[in-house]
């Protein structure tokens, strides 16, 4: 649990004025959100989550216990503990808010999980969530839906998003390919792509935060060998793993990432180039 402890109100008091003149706030009584948002995701993304910072500055603590929406079916309040050195996603039913403090929530972190949703997430736009406290009542404030590596996506043409299904072989491991096209101009003949996969349990939506599985690539342009024997994976949040592709080339490519060796929990697995 993430928090960050003050001595004296005036501190938090302080640190509240700075975060408003920053960012969007919004508050009720002793609690401010500051800077909810979302990230964007492909249409065909089934779950989503909402990050923010949280500053109590009462006396007293509260507790988040909930959070409603018209974007999705349903919402959760999700965090993440260390099993056996990895990441593991969990439901709880409130997150506490001691007195003079500010909760961090944040990818590989405490989130506002979207069950269900009844539309996409897409760039730029924005979305009402009313947060429900335990004693402060109710905090309506409207998320705003960033892009993802919106750097880069606006300085190379790239259209990554593809998705696959792939079925429960019991005490086997499967295979599993999705593809990526990148257009490059001269200009930008060297750059490292960050991409991101997401894996959902394909029946239930949720994601898949435990599964192992090695990423490689036939991509002529990958600069090193690494291309060949398997690419980095690392765990981001929310069932998303993500792998740098460094890339030497001009103009279009399409090439396949392959996944090999997969081991997962859920009977039919959905992969999703979510970048």
């Known amino acids: ?17 700075l975060l408003l003149s920053a960012m969007d706030a919004y508050g009720a009584g002793k609690i401010i959100v500051v800077d909810p948002y979302s990230r964007a995701l492909p249409p065909i993304s089934r779950n989503g989550a909402v990050y923010m910072v949280i500053i109590n500055d009462g006396q007293s603590g509260d507790q988040l216990i909930g959070a409603t929406t018209p974007i999705a079916r349903n919402t959760e309040i999700h965090t993440h503990t260390m099993e056996n050195g990895m990441a593991k996603m969990r439901m ?33 736009e924005k979305f009402p969530l009313i947060l429900h406290f335990r004693d402060s009542g109710n905090v309506a404030v409207v998320v705003k839906i960033r892009a993802t590596d919106g750097s880069l996506l606006a300085q190379n043409n790239i259209d990554p998003y593809d998705s696959v299904i792939v079925g429960y072989q019991p005490k086997e491991k499967s295979n599993a390919e999705l593809s990526v096209t990148v257009s490059c101009a001269p200009t930008n003949a060297r750059f490292t792509y960050r991409c991101r996969i997401q894996l959902l349990d394909n029946n239930s939506g949720y994601p898949v935060d435990d599964a192992e599985f090695t990423v490689s690539t036939d991509m002529p342009a990958m600069r090193g060998a690494h291309s060949q024997k398997g690419v980095p994976v690392q765990y981001e949040s929310m069932g998303i793993y993500y792998v740098d592709l460094k890339f030497e080339m001009i103009g279009e490519w399409e090439f396949k990432l392959k996944f090999s060796d997969l081991s997962y929990s859920p009977q039919l697995l959905q992969l999703i180039i979510a970048s």
């Open 1 to 17: 649990m993430i928090f960050r402890y003050f001595s004296i109100s005036s501190c938090v008091v302080y640190l509240s004025l």
């Open 92 to 124: 709880v039913n409130a997150v506490d808010l001691p007195p003079h403090t500010e909760v961090i929530f944040e990818p590989s972190g405490h989130h506002i999980m979207l069950v269900g949703l009844l539309d996409s997430l897409r760039v730029g």
